[in-house]
């Protein structure tokens, strides 16, 4: 019968479909992953002609997405108005649902119209009122369907504390987790063969923010005997947690395996090293070796080490240069320090012009930071005393505020008021960022000014003992 049999446009759907799912690296190993992605695309394009029904199509046109996120949502948005009892395209359009700021940057942008468009028609079809999703988190809603749907589906217990950590709702980030670790322990008692090392990574995730360092650690490694060693991005796991465990040489054996494919990871080896291991020669290699990815730890090595001239050209070379005012801030006081108080003068406005103030909880360095250090480098007192008062009526309760007043105190050499600021912080509950991250430790070196004084010894001692090694010796002093 051929074209006229009524199978026919559903095998040829099928043909295509399958076609598309051999497009993998293994199959075609002197292709680009350029090609690959696209004629992937392509192929599953071809089903949908054919049939224009099948969810799995979308879903993984959605996953071969060669655009923004916009057209990921997009598609994972058809594949689920067709399949809308499909548990795990709601967990994908959960997880890559926009945050309400990345929402707002997507409606000012040229997808505007589309992504206002993708996301009315998701809260009508979730019931929600017309433009609860510049408010309500749709996100939320599709994750918590996927668990109604499929309450054995772990991701979506994962990606629900990750929203909720977006949120700064981090009790209920917690109870996810918390959740998730319950789920997947109970999975590995009944039925330890089906346990994934996609699940091992976000159980040991769960573990890490859980600040279960060991138990994560365990998983991890289970996850890579899973995987045979054929998930790479294991290591960049084990790399954060074995920096926390302060096993800082395994740290760096995860991250050279993992630096094979992503040059990011020199620039944590590089971090190791200078601070923790306090050997700056191998952290000169490790950097110079991440000169094409340029991040705020490679810049504050730089100027740390008095090289200001590198520290200023490389925060200029940094891709996120414009967008991060931490960058912006260093380069400005590198340019201060050289002599060159205009180019200062230009980057510090810079930073006033550009940066978000958000009177949130902020566990990352707040962009008010740098404000209130630009107000007090180009001496804009009134400025300065209106945004420390704003600052201290909405956020005097945050633990967070108190440390970045530390910082601030700190780099203002009121060494006193910097003291007295991150007792208060920990009066109030502050708990350092992951060690990896520097910025927000007991290691950030805005904290410099006050490293060695005994005040701060003391508090680190009484505190937080263990990292009093690393936390009271200023890397790069000679």
């Known amino acids: 019968m051929g074209e006229k ?6 095998l040829k759907a099928k043909e295509f479909y399958f076609r598309a799912m051999t497009i993998r690296e293994e199959n075609y190993p002197d292709s680009s992953a350029d090609w ?3 004629e992937k695309r ?11 029904t099948s969810a799995v199509a979308y879903y993984q046109l959605g996953k071969a997405a060669l655009g923004t996120v916009v057209t990921t949502i997009d598609m994972y948005s058809k594949a689920a108005d067709i399949s809308p009892n499909w548990a795990l395209i709601h967990a ?16 000012r942008g040229p997808w505007a119209s589309k992504t206002r468009e993708l996301l009315y028609h998701l809260a009508n079809k979730s019931h929600f009122k017309e433009d609860s999703f510049i408010v309500s988190p749709l996100n939320i809603y599709h994750l918590k369907k996927a668990i ?5 589906f772990l991701p979506s217990y994962s990606y629900l504390a990750e929203k909720y950590d977006d949120l700064g709702k981090k009790d209920s980030a917690v ?7 319950t789920k997947f322990l109970k999975k590995m008692t009944n039925d330890t063969n089906s346990v994934t090392s996609f699940e091992c990574i976000q159980m040991g995730s769960a573990l890490w923010h859980l600040r279960d360092f060991e138990r994560a650690k365990s998983v991890l490694m289970l996850g890579e005997k899973i995987s045979k060693g054929n998930i790479e991005h294991i290591n960049e796991y084990l790399a954060v947690v074995y920096t926390d465990l302060m096993e800082f040489e395994n740290a760096i054996r995860a991250c050279e395996k993992t630096a094979v494919y992503n040059e990011f990871s020199y620039n944590n080896i590089g971090s190791i090293y200078f601070h923790f291991l306090n050997d700056e020669t191998a952290a000169l290699e490790a950097f110079a070796k991440a000169e094409n990815d340029v991040q705020l730890i490679q810049i504050q090595f730089y100027y740390s080490t008095g090289n200001l001239a590198k520290a200023l050209s490389q925060a200029k070379k940094s891709r996120i240069f414009i967008d991060f005012m931490g960058i912006r801030f260093y380069a400005a006081e590198a340019a201060q320090q050289m002599g060159m108080i205009d180019s200062a003068n230009y980057f510090y406005q810079r930073i ?25 480098r180009t001496a804009e007192d009134e400025e300065l005393r209106l945004l420390l008062e704003s600052l201290k009526a909405n956020l005097n309760e945050d633990p967070w505020l108190h440390f970045y007043l530390a910082c601030f105190y700190a780099q203002t050499q009121q060494k006193d008021s910097a003291i007295s600021s991150l007792q208060k912080a920990i009066e109030l509950g502050w708990q350092p960022n992951p060690l990896s991250w520097i910025s927000g430790t007991l290691c950030d070196p805005l904290l410099d000014p006050i490293r060695e004084t005994d005040a701060y010894k003391a508090l680190v001692r009484q505190h937080f003992p263990k990292y009093y090694d690393i936390a009271t010796r200023v890397p790069g002093k000679h």
């Open 5 to 10: 049999h009524y199978v026919w446009r559903d």
């Open 36 to 38: 690959r992605l696209g």
């Open 42 to 52: 392509r192929l599953l394009e071809k089903s949908l002609e054919w049939d224009s």
């Open 92 to 107: 994908e359009l959960g997880r890559f649902l926009p945050s309400e700021k990345d929402t707002a940057s997507l409606l």
């Open 148 to 152: 109604e749907l499929d309450s054995n």
């Open 175 to 181: 109870f996810w987790r918390q959740l998730y670790v």
């Open 352 to 376: 006033i012009k550009n940066a978000e103030i958000e009177f949130v909880h902020n566990q990352f360095t707040p962009d008010y930071l740098f404000v209130a250090l630009a107000y007090s």
